[in-house]
Each structure stands twice: as structure tokens, then as C-alpha cells.
């Protein structure tokens, strides 16, 4: 096993799915999405009429939900009952202090006043109506993009039942994508991102890729921009909620005949593409299941237990993957794993080079932006 000297650091991880989620941090530019039109029932049995069909999406009863910021503004304040709702929003957020920090090391109100005034960016229409304050007048409209209503209860959720942000608002903002998210598909985290890069080396070579448990679709979009027309994307997801969410997030992007979105366990539904892959990508669930119940509550009480719980050690998912992996990967072909941190990404190492019959070569462990030993890479013999 080799471990890239490059990224190491002498610590290890604990949660990197706790701390990213606070990390998130906002770029000033949303990717222009194409006007939302809603995966219908025609769309999706055309698509998964044939199994080698190139359109996208598996039939699926779950309708996405449309990011705040992409909804018209169809409802409408005056002025002062924004202020009076943005007063209260900020006392709200400004009475947590440090309490939740305290508690499970959760958000500051520091941390919440700079999501409110992104939650006032995707809601408000005119970001001018927004600094008014008392001066403003009852005689102009506000466009809004929910109702006043809706606003206080989505700030409501946020600070009363630690709902996440990027649930409360639809979407998160991820490399350069801006991908829609809800309750029952995991918010990408930052780190995960890094995959993308150790890929690319592989991705040059073009062919079939899979991703794996792919969720919101992040590393499924980001690996086909890679790829272009020089290869495609199969994403599995046992989740009906995530393969909806993927499938809305891969329409956005213009990705459909690139990228197909299909339902089931793992490799399971790419049975055709045995000894076919290109590459193998794979943040699965990696948490210890003693360990759920304490995470930050923005995490354990919202986000999916299916995407974080990876049984005893948390390795159930990782162990079963690579040992279906030297099936599905082709000669040469490319793989990398996401872990829990340096102890899952060792095991797992001697795991491929020990355990599954000497079909793998320069199995590498590699650091996260932040140095933790996070990521198992290597090739198909
Ligand atoms: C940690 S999340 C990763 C999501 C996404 N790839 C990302 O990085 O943001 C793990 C994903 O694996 C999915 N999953 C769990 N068990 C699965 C299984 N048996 N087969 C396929 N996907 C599964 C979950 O629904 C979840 O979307």
C-alpha cells in the first residue's frame, strides 16, 4: 500500500460529514439553471424502456423539489413586514449564541446571521428591497418567492429543529455546481469533491464510469463534465428520494444522454457492464452505527440514515463494493473510495491488496483538503 506523502498529516479524522456541513461556504455566483420542468411519467418510461437506452432516468414517484432561488415570485410583502420578519429572524438566530456549539458542536449565531442573509438572497426578488429597514414604504410590493408565512416557518425550522440549511433553501452549492437538495439525499460536502480530482487522471482515458450510492448526483455531474463526449456515467442509488433528486439535478446540468440515473443496490443494476468499467467512484456510508447517535443534530435527526450508517465499523458498504469491484472494473480500470478517515482508509487498503485476490495494483491512501487520511484509490490488474 502506498500512502501519498503528499497530502499526509499526522492526525486522524472523527466526523468529516459534522464539520463540513458548518463549512459551507457560499459562492456568489448561481449557476444559471435551465427553467424547471418536472421529470414526467412519459419522460421516464421512455428512458428506462431499454437498459442501454442513453437517456437518464429510472421511473420514479418522488417529485423533486424546486431550490427556493429557482421559484418565481409569485407572492408579495410591503416593506415594513419584511423588516418585521427579518427582525425577528435575526433575534432568533442572534439568542442560539454559542449554545449549540456547546451541545454537539452545531452553528453559532454568527455562523446562522451570515444563513440568513443567503435564506433573504434566494427569497426576496429585488436584493434592494432587502436593506430598506423602517424606512420602507407599505405602498410598494416586495416580491417574494414564498409567502411571508412559509419564511417563518423555514427560518423557524432552521434554528428551532436544526433543519440544515441547504434543506431549508433546496440546494447547496458544491465545486461549481449548484445541485438541489431535500430531506432523504445527502448535502454534499467539500471533501467529497476531491474525488473528482484524483479521478481525472483516469478520466482522460474516457469509457463507462460508475458513482455509486451517488445521492444528489454531485460526483456523478462533476465526473461527466470531466469525461464530456468522451465517455458516460451510470449512478445507482438504493434511495427512490435520491435517484429523483440525481435525475432533476442531472436535467438541470443538460447531462441526460450523458448520465444515467438508475435504482437499486450498488453494482446490481450495471449486472451488462461486467468487466466493462472505466472507472469506479464511491462515497458510501461509512459511519459506525454506535456513532449516529452522536452526531450533530443537523446531521443524525435530518440527514438519511441509508447514507450514513455503514454498519458495525462502518465498513459493511466499502468491503462489499470492493470485492464486486474486480468483477465490474475492467483491466486498467480506475477506482476511488471515500472513508470514514485514516484507521477505515488502512483496513480497507490491506483489504484490496490482501483479501481480493491480487486483482489490484498501486492501492494509495490520500489526505482530504484538510489532511485527513480520506480517500483509497488504485487500478484493476
Ligand atoms: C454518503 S452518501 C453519498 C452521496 C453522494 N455520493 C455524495 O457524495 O454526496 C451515500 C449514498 O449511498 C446510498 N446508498 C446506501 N445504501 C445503498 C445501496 N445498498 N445501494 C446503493 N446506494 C446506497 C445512500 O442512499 C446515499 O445516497
Known amino acids: 500500500m502506498k500512502v501519498s506523502s503528499t497530502f499526509l498529516t499526522p492526525f486522524s479524522s472523527t466526523f468529516p460529514l459534522i464539520s463540513s456541513i458548518l463549512q459551507n461556504h457560499r459562492k456568489p455566483n448561481y449557476i444559471p439553471f435551465r427553467r424547471y420542468s418536472c421529470v414526467t411519467s412519459s419522460s421516464s418510461s421512455s428512458s428506462s424502456s431499454s437498459s442501454s437506452s442513453s437517456s437518464s432516468v429510472t421511473p420514479i414517484s418522488h417529485k423533486p423539489q424546486i431550490p427556493l432561488f429557482l421559484r418565481p415570485p409569485i407572492y408579495s410583502t410591503t416593506q415594513p ?38 435564506f433573504l438572497d434566494d427569497a426576496v426578488e429585488d436584493p434592494l428591497d432587502i436593506s430598506h429597514g423602517r424606512s420602507g414604504t407599505s405602498a410598494k410590493r416586495v416580491g417574494l418567492r414564498a409567502s411571508l408565512d412559509e419564511m417563518y416557518k423555514l427560518w423557524g425550522s432552521r434554528i428551532q429543529e436544526r433543519r440544515p440549511f441547504q434543506y431549508v433553501v433546496g440546494c447547496e452549492h458544491w465545486r461549481d455546481l449548484v445541485l438541489s437538495v431535500e430531506e432523504g439525499v445527502l448535502i454534499p460536502r467539500p471533501e467529497t469533491g476531491k474525488i473528482v480530482n484524483l479521478a481525472e487522471e483516469g478520466l482522460k482515458e474516457g469509457g463507462v464510469w460508475a458513482d455509486l450510492g451517488t445521492g444528489s448526483g454531485a460526483l456523478a455531474i462533476a465526473i461527466s463534465r470531466v469525461l464530456g463526449k468522451n465517455g458516460r456515467v451510470l449512478a445507482t442509488d438504493l434511495s427512490p428520494v435520491a435517484v429523483s433528486v440525481a435525475s432533476y439535478n442531472v436535467e438541470r446540468y443538460g447531462l441526460q444522454d450523458s448520465i444515467k440515473v438508475k435504482q437499486g443496490s450498488w453494482f446490481e443494476p450495471l449486472k451488462e457492464f461486467e468487466g466493462q468499467l472505466a472507472g469506479v467512484v464511491s462515497n458510501p456510508p461509512y459511519i459506525p452505527s454506535e456513532d449516529i447517535s452522536g452526531l450533530q443534530a ?48 488502512k483496513i480497507l487498503a490491506d483489504y484490496l491488496e490482501n483479501v481480493t485476490g491480487n486483482c489490484f495494483r498501486d492501492v494509495t491512501i490520500i489526505s482530504d483538503f484538510a489532511g485527513i487520511m480520506r480517500f483509497v484509490t488504485g487500478y484493476r490488474i
Open 298 to 345: 443537523e446531521v443524525g435527526k435530518h440527514e438519511p440514515i441509508l447514507a450514513l450508517d455503514g454498519g458495525v465499523e462502518g465498513l459493511d458498504d466499502l468491503f462489499h463494493l470492493c470485492t464486486r469491484m474486480s468483477i465490474m472494473l475492467k483491466p486498467g480500470g480506475f477506482f476511488v473510495f471515500e472513508t470514514n478517515g485514516e484507521k477505515q482508509c
Open 81 to 118: 413586514d419584511l423588516h418585521n420578519f427579518i427582525t425577528w429572524a435575526k433575534t432568533l438566530a442572534s439568542s442560539i449564541g454559542s449554545t449549540f456549539v456547546q451541545i454537539d458542536d452545531g452553528p453559532d449565531s454568527t455562523l446562522l446571521l451570515r444563513e440568513l442573509n443567503w
